[in-house]
Nanobody
């Protein structure tokens, strides 16, 4: 059973940066596509970014383009979400998810495994 674990969230001032990471226990992310989603209080979980298993396909939500970068380190079996120029509206719980087919889906339904999430809070 693959379990995803996120870390690297926290509290930061507007304009600051954070770099959450996602690792897998009981398996490996190396052959999986990975997506990041976020959910703010009272809102639906929304797509943020995704990367294919090869790293050749990358997708971003319009709201984060130019500020967030998704990447993967195969040696460390880790996927990162570099978040720069953070805004208060980026405040949410951030989840990573894995697609066993190695794609980079933008739909929640295409992901088989989910982490528990890491809180990101951006103060104004």
């Amino acid at each position: 059973q693959v379990q995803l674990v996120e870390s690297g969230g926290g509290l930061v001032q507007a304009g600051g940066s954070l770099r959450p990471s996602c690792v897998a226990s009981g398996g490996t992310l190396s052959t999986y596509g990975v997506g990041w989603f976020r959910q703010a209080p009272g809102k639906e979980r929304e797509f943020v970014a995704s990367i294919s298993s090869s790293g050749g396909l990358l997708y971003y939500a319009d709201s984060v383009k130019g500020r967030f970068t998704i990447s993967r380190d195969k040696a460390k079996k880790t996927v990162y979400l570099q978040m720069n120029s953070l805004k208060p509206e980026d405040t949410a719980v951030y989840y990573c998810a894995a697609d066993t087919q190695g794609r980079a889906p933008i739909r929640r339904a295409d992901y088989e495994y989910w982490g528990q999430g890491t809180q990101v809070t951006v103060s104004s």
